[in-house]
């Protein structure tokens, strides 16, 4: 019973607030989506990066082990879901990108968050920067045939996640007010993903559900297998292993769906995938966080 409780408490506040946002759409109120991400994007989320790595307690050598992992866990999913899309005859273009990519920012950062805490935190955040330049790199790729290098170096995400590496190797500080801005500036960052999140469902359409259905319950399935076995390899620690696994668990990321609409790939089945993986993230995610607890 302790238990099931822990897990409602933790996942509640998730799916309330990405709620909030699915209704606050439905009712017809205005979202500015792109000023609200870009805003996120820019100062929220990377202020919560750079604190959360400046302030870690998390030793080093456990950390560069949960960045290895993660790398390996990344590519070996690539390349399962790579086997996958062939030996089905999918589209590449349009399947592969959504099979890869969860939805570690939005979804996963908060979830970590109240099921771990600041040391939790610390190991999200190496996670959605690994995937995040994954994403900007060969993702992009993947769909539109050429690459965004030159995007990456203008990410502040990735700059927080290098300046907040630097920090926490050096022991270095900012100083007290400019923490308390960034602090403040960070505790931002994680309701704004969650609305935004229900936002962007809510106003995603499909007519390919089917499909969707079948291809999310397949990308769960492998993505728990990778992820438990690749914690399981390099022996992590408690909350390591539990961030990898539900970091690795995360539904379809919308940005996906963007991506598809934005180089003419097939945006609905990507929609589909984006909408019945988000669903079914709201039982399966406990369940997930139940196992590891």
Known sequence: MNLLLTVFEIVAPVFILAGIGFAWVKLGFEYRLQFVTRFAMTLAVPSLIFVALM??????????????????????????????????????????????FGNTGNLGLPLCI??????????????LSVTALFSFTYGIYLVAGKGAFGKVVREPMVWATLLGAVFLWRGWQTPLFLTNTLELLGQMAVP???????????????????????????KLAVCFALGWSVALIFKLEAVAFGVLVLQMCTPVAVTSYLLAERFDADSDAVAGMVMVSTALSVGALPIILAIIL
Do not use: C
């Open 55 to 100: 302030q870690t307690d998390i030793p080093g050598g456990d950390l560069s082990r949960f960045t290895v992992a993660t790398i390996v866990a990344n590519l070996v999913m690539a390349a399962v879901f790579w086997l996958i899309v062939r030996g089905l005859k999918l589209e590449q273009r349009t399947y592969l990108s959504p099979l890869i």
């Open 114 to 127: 109240f099921a771990f805490g600041q040391a939790g935190l610390g190991y999200a955040v190496i996670f």
């Open 192 to 218: 704004l993903m969650l609305i935004t999140l229900g936002v962007a469902v809510a106003r995603l359409t499909t007519h390919r559900l089917s499909q969707a259905v079948w291809l999310s319950f397949l």
